[in-house]
C-alpha cells in the first residue's frame, strides 16, 4: 500500500477473491482492472458464500469504494443481476463506481463467442462462451460501445445502427442461425444504461484523488499469469492483460502508483479448459484433490484440472508480475495425504528446463522433475486456532518445510496461508516474516 496489486500466478481460480476480501480491510479503494464476467471470486464470510463475476471482491465491505476500471469488459444485463442478488442478501452496492471507459458485452459478442469456438473443432480454445474475446476484439479494432455510450441513448442508437447490421452478416458467415434485432436491443441496452447511469463515472480521477490523498488503493486482477493474452500459454488463454503491469493501464493511474504486487498460488495447481498443463495429475489423486479443494468453476460449473504445484511456472510468473509477497492458498487440501510433490524443473531431451518455453510444442514434450515431501495432517478447529493466534511457527512441520522451500526456489517470501475457505481462516505472516 497505498498501491497494492493482487494478481494470480497460475492459471487463475488460486483464490485471489478471498485474498483481495482480506486485504481490503485496509484499503479505501478496491479496483478491479481487467477481464470480464469469465471470471469468478468466491468469498466466504461466515457461514455465507458469495460467488462474484463482475463485482470487485471489496464489494462485500460496505465502507470501501469498489470500482469497476476501464479495463474490463461489462455485461450490463450480468452486473445488474449481481447487485440485485447481493441486495436480495442485504448487502448494497452503492459504493460501486463503473468506468465511462470500460467497454460492453453486446449479444452479438456471446453469439460470434460461441459461433468461432464451433468452428474451431478439434482446436478449441475452451472459452466460457460469455462474449469476452469478441469483446475485446471490437475494443481493438475501435468498433466497441463503452459504458459512457451506452448511457447516452441517443449515441447508443447511432453506434448499434452501424454495429448489429455488420455483425449479423458476420454472424450468417459462421453459419449462425441467430441474428440480433436491433430495435429491441436498443430498448434492452438503453433501460441497462439508465438503470447503471448513476454508477458511470471517470473512475481513473477517483482513483487518481485517492492516491494524492494518500488513500490505501488494493487493485485486484482476474484469470490468472497464465492465462495473459501475451504471457499465457497462448493461444489457451484469456482476452485481457492479466499481469501486474496492466493494473495501470487498467485503472488509469501510472505504473509508478503500484508499489507491491501479491502474487497469488495454490498449494497445488489447477486449470481449467484446454491447454498443456505438465504437472496434472490423473485418477484417484486428481478426484480426491478435486473433491477435497471444491474444485469446479465459479463461472461455469466446469470440473478443474488438477496437478502438482510447478515453480517453472511460479518463477516464470515472478519475473513478469515481479511479487514482493505470496499468497498460499489451500493448504488444507493438501491435508491427510502421506506424500506432496513440487515440480522443481522440466526435463526436456535430457536436458534441465528452468524457464517456461513459449512454444507448446516443447511444453507438451516436457517431463516435470518433483521433489517430494512428507504430508501434513489436517488441522482440527484447535489445531487452527492455535496456528492464528501463534503465527508460522505453530504450523506441522512438514508443511513449514514445504513452504520454506517454495520460497528458496521461488525466490518470493510468503506474507499470507490460506489454511481454509473461510475469510477468518487465513495466516498473516506480512508482520511476523
Known amino acids: 500500500m497505498p498501491g497494492l496489486v493482487v494478481v494470480g500466478s497460475q492459471w487463475g481460480d488460486e483464490g485471489k477473491g478471498k485474498i483481495v476480501d482480506f486485504l481490503a480491510q485496509e484499503a479505501q479503494v478496491i479496483v478491479r482492472f481487467q477481464g470480464g464476467n469469465n471470471a ?221 504486487v501479491i502474487g497469488v498460488t495454490k498449494a497445488y495447481t489447477t486449470r481449467v479448459g484446454e491447454g498443456p498443463f505438465p504437472t496434472e495429475l490423473k485418477g484417484e489423486l486428481q478426484e480426491r484433490i478435486a473433491e477435497k479443494g471444491g474444485e469446479f468453476g465459479t463461472t461455469t460449473g466446469r470440473s478443474r484440472r488438477c496437478g502438482w504445484l510447478d515453480l517453472v511456472v511460479l518463477r516464470y510468473a515472478h519475473s513478469l508480475n515481479g511479487f514482493t509477497g505470496l499468497a498460499i492458498t489451500k493448504v488444507d487440501v493438501l491435508g491427510g495425504m502421506d506424500e506432496v510433490k513440487v515440480c522443481t524443473h522440466y526435463r526436456l531431451d535430457g536436458r534441465k528446463l528452468t524457464r517456461f518455453p513459449s512454444d507448446l510444442r516443447i511444453l507438451e514434450r516436457c517431463e516435470p522433475v518433483y521433489e517430494s515431501f512428507k504430508g501434513w495432517e489436517d488441522l482440527d478447529s484447535t489445531r487452527m486456532e492455535d496456528v492464528l493466534k501463534g503465527g508460522f511457527s505453530r504450523l506441522p512441520r512438514s508443511l513449514m518445510d514445504y513452504i520454506r522451500f517454495v520460497e528458496k526456489e521461488s525466490g518470493i517470501r510468503t506474507v499470507l496461508i490460506g489454511l481454509g475457505r473461510r475469510r477468518s481462516e487465513l495466516l498473516d505472516l506480512r508482520k511476523e516474516r
Do not use: C, W
Not at 452501424?162 to 430495435?183: M, V, Y
Open 40 to 260: 469468478g471470486h468466491s468469498v466466504k464470510v461466515g457461514e455465507e458464500l458469495y460467488k462474484l463475476h463482475h463485482l470487485p471482491s471489496g464489494i462485500l465491505r460496505s465502507d470501501k469504494l469498489a470500482v469497476i476500471g476501464n479495463g474490463v469488459v461489462i455485461d450490463p444485463g450480468v452486473l445488474l443481476g449481481e447487485i440485485e442478488a447481493l441486495a436480495k442478501r442485504g448487502k448494497s452496492a452503492s459504493n460501486l463506481r463503473i468506468s465511462d471507459r470500460a467497454h460492453v458485452i453486446m449479444p452479438y459478442h456471446r453469439l460470434l463467442d460461441g459461433a468461432e469456438e464451433r468452428l474451431r473443432k478439434g482446436s478449441k480454445v475452451g472459452t466460457t462462451g460469455r462474449g469476452i474475446g469478441p469483446a475485446y476484439s471490437d475494443k481493438a479494432a475501435r468498433l466497441g460501445i463503452r459504458m459512457g455510450e451506452l448511457i447516452d441513448e441517443n449515441l447508443l442508437e447511432e453506434k448499434l445502427r452501424f454495429a448489429i447490421p455488420l455483425k449479423n452478416k458476420l454472424l450468417q458467415a459462421f453459419g449462425s442461425e441467430t441474428t440480433i434485432d436491433e430495435k429491441k436491443a436498443l430498448e434492452e441496452f438503453a433501460e441497462y444504461g439508465r438503470l447503471l447511469k448513476p454508477l458511470v463515472t471517470d473512475t481513473g480521477a477517483i482513483v487518481d484523488e485517492a492516491l494524492s490523498r494518500g488513500d490505501k488503493v488494493l487493485f485486484e486482477g482476474a484469470q490468472g499469469t497464465m492465462l495473459d493474452i501475451d504471457h499465457g500459454t497462448y493461444p489457451f488463454v484469456t482476452s485481457s492483460t492479466t499481469v501486474s503491469g496492466n493494473a495501470a493501464s487498467g485503472s488509469g493511474v501510472p505504473p509508478s502508483a503500484l508499489h507491491e
